[in-house]
């Protein structure tokens, strides 16, 4: 080969060589540079850390920080590497040093690591300390510092430089050594933290305080000489104490973290709580557990949502002392059986829909359908209470009884559109005893549908609700009330009796709110409004122990308005004026609170939505003489019509043993006495069985048969009533007319008939 051809051959040799090089420069880094797991943190929604996990390496290692203190800059540069924003990776000044102080003492006396060295080296798990791997630790610092600007390289040391024992990381060593974000470090603790990942093992706190002290001092004199800090801070930092033994990070929201453990393990997030609310609100959760201990009653859990934002303020999911049975459930996404606080759900759609109003009466009486035989939580049937009084009462007949008029199937597709994805059933499984808790939903979509509920009222709307990290959970429709059947129901939940410490405090705010107990006092339920914040709390046992006591009245509501006057209220959202909300102008009768009908009294106008209140079903006109008296034309002359509520015998009977309004329908006129005229069968009206039935002989626990409990309104209290079945005559009451009869197995024929011929019938088919 010529001499140009073999200068040729060495030039693309060399060149070769110089693209090799720089392929094995530009892919010396690992991809990523770090491996290493991270702590699980969760922050307030102003940065404020709520709590944090350990890492999976059992090492508290926070997710690294998009910015390093200017404190700790100054500090760890100057004592660690000081000319860290000159050098490209490597010091070469430091090298020489180092190199003619390690030859003079015969041994390594000191190095020459630059802070972007330590970060290769943190990032390669601390290898040993050998030449060939110093030297690519050289090699590849200067590969990091072409891809990365100097602060980045910082918050990379920062976040994975170990600070002694199983604490990596400022930010970890912030909190765990003096209880605060590196940020608020004062000159001497930034000084104090810097000097740590030097030697950690020697210096760590609480042991070899002497070595400690004079690092941190001589690291506070250097900062005084280069003039980062004046001669006043200082002494002051000098006189600052060392770090002791590391302290516990905050627990403010333990079950959100838990959450988060859950579904975004080893990230640092950024939530929707507000430290100060979380506390405050945490707080009133404990202490409402230990007020309980003394029954057995275990958990609590909390929920606040601002509705402006549909954001989750303050999240407690349980006590956050876990010496407490079940303290480590977050009750807050359990399924519980929510006793009646679907109840205003039931009424609003019935309002809606012009099934009922307000001030409509329903009916209360002894109520068995197949074997659901639903009672008052009291045992005391009213007989006409209204819409209104149901509600606040809190009435479990009136409920049922209008929920089978609605529609089981229509309820709960419109719970479904609210937001109540635990209903995993069709509507035929939960049957009439969905409105009172036959089925488990968890307080968070609780939360969720009273949003939405309240959704109409507000003038912005509510926007959809947001999980604890921002996150929208979704619901298929935002309004399925209008406004004003929104505001009506949310004055009838207004009216709800509120406990006795916290009477005087309805002065302050208006609170829209309700109560629930589901069946065996397992769950005790209290959610709503003042307009400003929606609160849902619940309280139990995460065991579903039910216990004496745990009802919502007594239980949760107090809790209720404790986590609610927590709250700054800066006035509601609400409508102060429901005459200002779109509706149709109608006319109701004033004595049963539907449309006007025919034979009704007097009315009084009131607005009404989308569609027209149904007429009035019981005001008839009545033929009275002149001494009041009724009678009809086959036996009188002389008489008047009159307007008269004539309710259900059931109706009235049980209307008048509770002081009801209703007056009884007037006696008869002597001179239309006589049986089978004045008898008329509409003063009689079954209350079991209602007309034909299904029934199953009862057995007592001993396996004894037990016998079936008929029951029958008159009404006249004096009425004597004979009882017949299958034309075999049973005998007689007066009063209240109930009979327990032992059936054979069979159909059996039911009448009774009044002194004066009056006959009602019904039938039973009683099965094994």
Known sequence: MSRPGRRRL???????????LFLTWWNCLPAPLFETPYSTVLNDRNGRLLGARIAADEQWRFPPSDSVPAKFVSAIVAFE???????????????????????????????????????????????????????????????????????????????????????????????????????????????????????????????????FRDKRDRLLDRLLDSGEIDSVIWRLSKAEPLPGRPLPLPQRAPHALDWQCNSLPSTRRMSTLEETLQTRVQGTVDGHVETWKGNLVHN??????????????AYAGNTSSLEVEGAGYDMLRESRSTGSILKPFLYASAIEEGLVTPQSILEDVPTRIGEFAPRNFDRIHRGAPTVKDALVKSLNVPAVRLLRDHGVEKFHGRLREMGLRDLEHNAAHYGLSLVLGGAEISPLQIAEAYSVFFDPLMIDGVPPLRDVFGQTISREKPRPFDALTAYQV????????????????????????????????????????????????????????????????????????????????????????????EGTEVELCAATGYAMGPFCGSGKSAKAGAFVPRACPYCQTLQLDSEGARVHAGCATGFSDSSWVVLPAAMQWYDRMSGGRFAPLPPWSLSCSEPGIAGDEGQIQWVYPEGFDVVKRPRDLDGSLQGIVLEVAHVRPEARLFWHDNGVYLGETQGRHVRQVLFAPGRHELSVVDELGATQSAAIQVVE
């Open 10 to 20: 060495l030039v693309w040799v060399f060149a070769g060589w110089l693209v090799l």
């Open 81 to 211: 590497d000081q000319r860290f924003w000159e050098h490209p990776g490597l010091d070469l000044r430091a090298i020489g040093r180092a190199a003619r102080q390690n030859i003079e003492a015969g041994r390594v006396v000191s190095g020459a690591s630059t802070l972007t060295m330590q970060v290769i080296r943190l990032a390669g798990g601390n290898p040993p300390r050998t030449w060939s791997r110093k030297f690519l630790e050289m090699i590849q610092a200067t590969r990091l510092e072409w891809s990365f600007d100097k602060e980045e390289i910082l918050q990379m040391y920062c976040a994975h430089a170990p600070f002694g024992g199983n604490i990596v990381g400022l930010e970890a060593a912030g909190w765990r050594y003096y209880g605060i974000p590196p940020r608020q470090l004062s000159w001497g603790e930034a000084a104090a933290l810097a000097v740590l990942p030097n030697a950690p093992s020697t210096v760590l706190p609480g042991r070899n305080e002497a070595i």
């Open 300 to 313: 609590a859990a909390a929920l606040v949502v601002d509705l402006q934002s549909g954001e989750i303020r």
């Open 490 to 581: 949310a004055g009838m939940m207004a009216a709800v009796n509120r406990p006795p410490e916290w009477q005087q405090w309805q002065l302050q705010r208006t609170v829209h709110w309700k109560t629930g107990t589901s069946y065996g006092h397992r769950d005790a339920w209290a959610v709503g409004s003042d307009g400003q914040w929606l609160v849902v709390v619940w309280a139990g046992n995460a065991s579903q122990e039910g216990r004496p006591g745990l009802i919502g009245v007594e239980c949760s509501a107090p809790l209720f308005f404790q986590v609610l006057s927590q709250l700054p209220f800066e006035g509601s959202g609400f409508p102060s004026d429901g005459e200002l909300l």
